[in-house]
């Protein structure tokens, strides 16, 4: 289930780390009661049955990202969508209050529930629980349900059934709490490790560690659930190596309710064998295990069997008589073993189910290994699982959204662009540039001039014009108030009004003369 010693040297150092940590916890941890009792997997009575850290299907991944909303969220779901890959979110409460380059946490919660992304409970505040009383723990995760809740609307039911605990631990207080609150706990097998060196910076680091974590597990034999967070630019640079790296590998990313469905434990063809042969849920290392509840491979790769007495281990004692499931010897014999060991290649499977290719591809089985398939992609898509598009890059400029149609780019313009990729710009006259009353003419491109009235003067009209007659109405202002913008009308008798340096309107000398501001003054029409 975690990493063998060794699978990519590079990485040593990291396995050889967690396998010193495993050791040390499972010092401190016999019988599963104490408060050192973590998730790490070689604590052995810690890891209950109830704690899912990898997806039940063999050969599926699916992508996790803790601590949201944040600064990065919305980059992170633009490259999910880039990728065609749906992600489990496990958001902070209290996260959800702030604003993140200008978008409200909020909004960023309906966009991930809007892109179709899972939504778990991370509780309200990440502290470690281990230090709680119940009443903290419950405290914790109902606060985290509801402000998520208010965000993203009841509809979002994830929220309050899956849990995921800060930094891993669960006490047993802390897991029996959980559990009686009505929630599935769902942990990780693979992670990026930007915690273990102050949020490393360094996406390469992370991705490489993916990998590492990855290669160590048969792919057909194995899951992933990884851990990545919201909070640093290196995690969210590395996402599209990560993902690449995980598709590589044979893995196929699903979503959560696939991820988390037990009926995908079964997705193969089981052939006429033996009962013990037909494969059960794997999800324990140590025990108790049974008919329907299997054992993983154990820490460096090996095969696990279920014995008479309900433990997990390898050899005779465990795979021979009574062999419930796994590698039992009779299982050995028949030339099969159930997925989730690895003694030999298990029977044959439908590497159609699920479907690995995006965006509407049809796949056609080619073989009975999971990696036996071709994909006819939908038009306007390509790859080897269709996830390339011809609307990636986006070949619409200036602000222009790409759909695809009848198999090619379509783009629809902003901001006034035209053309098959909205690159004529809009006419230099529409819409009209000058104010005011004035008149626009286009003289090449972009570029127009403007032909003002009278009253107006400016590259768009946009000043009060001095020295001209001002427009005339056959109105006049309600108070006889005026200025050099605001003209006066005509007078009852119908003579033409001046307006004074004081800002009032008339016909005579102490309006049109001295300090004159607009119409007929003496010293010359304004």
């Known amino acids: 289930m975690y990493p063998s010693r060794g699978s990519v040297s590079r990485f040593a150092p990291i396995l050889a780390l967690l396998a010193l940590v495993r050791s040390i916890y499972a010092a401190g941890c016999t019988g599963g009661s104490g408060v050192s009792c973590l998730w790490i997997a070689g604590c052995g009575p810690c890891d209950r049955v109830h704690v899912l850290d990898h997806c039940y299907g063999p050969g599926h991944a699916l992508l996790s990202i803790d601590d949201g909303p944040g600064l990065y969220t919305m980059q992170q779901l633009s490259i999910l969508q880039q990728n065609n890959v749906k992600a489990a979110f496990w958001i902070i409460g209290s996260n959800i209050a702030p604003s993140y380059n200008g978008v409200t946490g909020t909004s960023i919660m309906q966009a991930i529930r809007d892109q179709g992304h899972f939504i778990g409970d991370h509780t309200y505040t990440h502290p470690s629980l281990n230090s709680k009383n119940t009443a903290g723990v419950q405290s914790e995760v109902s606060q985290a349900c509801t402000a998520i809740t208010n965000a993203v609307g009841t509809g979002v039911t994830t929220a309050c059934k899956y849990f995921r605990a800060p930094y891993g631990d669960l006490n047993d207080n802390v897991r029996t709490t959980i559990q009686n609150m ?7 097998n693979v992670d990026t490790q930007e915690t273990a060196c ?13 990998s590492a974590f990855a290669k160590s597990y048969s792919r057909a034999a194995q899951s992933l659930i990884i851990l990545t967070h919201g909070f640093t630019a290196a995690a969210t640079s590395a996402l599209p190596g990560i993902i690449s790296d995980v598709r590589a590998l044979g893995y196929t990313f699903v979503d959560a309710a696939t991820c988390f469905d037990p009926a995908q434990a079964t997705n193969f063809n089981r052939g006429s064998y033996p009962a013990e042969c037909v494969h059960a849920p794997t999800s324990s290392f140590w025990g108790p295990c049974s008919a329907t509840v299997g054992c993983v491979a154990d820490q460096n790769g090996g095969d696990t069997c279920c014995s008479a007495s309900g433990d997990c281990g390898s050899g005779s004692a465990y795979c021979g008589a009574g062999c419930q499931n796994g590698a039992c010897n009779t299982c050995v014999s028949a030339g099969f073993v159930p997925p989730g060991t690895t003694a030999v290649p298990r029977g044959p499977v439908n590497p159609c189910a699920p479907n690995p290719c995006a965006n509407s591809g049809t796949c056609t089985a080619t073989g009975t290994t999971q990696s036996s398939f071709t994909c006819a992609c939908a038009p306007g898509y390509s790859g080897t699982t269709c996830t390339t598009s011809v609307c990636s890059p986006n070949p619409c400029q200036n602000g222009g959204t790409c759909a695809i149609v009848n198999g090619a780019p379509s783009c629809t313009c902003a901001n006034g662009y035209s053309g098959a990729t909205c690159t004529t710009p809009p006419p230099a ?27 107006w003067t400016g590259t768009t009209c946009q000043t009060a014009a001095t020295g001209v007659m001002c427009a005339h109405t056959t109105s006049t202002s309600t108070d006889d108030t005026c200025s050099a913008t605001v003209c006066c009308g005509l007078s009852a008798s119908g003579a033409h009004q001046c307006c004074s340096q004081y800002g009032w309107c008339g016909t005579t000398s102490a309006y049109c003369g001295t300090g004159c501001i607009n119409g007929p003054c003496t010293g010359g029409n304004k």
């Open 429 to 455: 006259c529409s819409p009209n540039p000058c104010l005011n009353g004035g008149t626009c003419t286009s003289t090449g491109g972009t570029a127009f001039t403007c032909h003002c009235t009278t009253a």
């Open 182 to 188: 009505g929630y599935q706990i769902v942990l990780w």
């Open 198 to 210: 102050n949020n490393c910076d360094n996406p390469t680091w992370l991705r490489g560690n993916v």
